[in-house]
């Protein structure tokens, strides 16, 4: 029997990126993400909702993060779902969703090194952890006002 846990975003960062080394000395980057969805209800009110992810990159791939996101950058994520547990210092059990990911594409013009956008893949992936844009002169920078539609997708 086969299972998936596979976890697709687009969307915005929250905030920038916390970087940190676990004891062992691996790098990891943790950001907050934002996706929004938009319907129209059945009296005909355009209706909205957000919906707030926290996204953790790990190893090379934690440090491109570090280095290159920051708050409001456009991204799209691939990666796992994992749910961590702890118990806090209250003594209460306490849970939190997180998308473990492999994949980073950058789908702005920020103002920092990749400003034609790029793609960062973790390690165990890819041979080499930033790809650059094929055609970086076809690359168009979103406007953050414009609503994303399925046929703008390049994927």
Known sequence: MYSLNRATILGNLTRDPEMRQIPSGQSVCTFGVATNRSWTDASGAKQEASEFHNV?????????????????????????????????QDGVKRYRTEIVTENIILLDRGGGATSSGGTFQSAARAPSAFVPPSHPKADRAPNPDDEIRVEDIPF
């Not at 953790?56 to 796992?80: D, H, T």
């Open 56 to 88: 953790v990159a790990w190893g090379k791939l934690a440090e491109i993060c570090g280095q290159y996101l920051a708050k409001g950058r456009k991204v799209y994520i691939e990666g796992r779902l994992q749910t961590r547990e702890w118990e806090g």
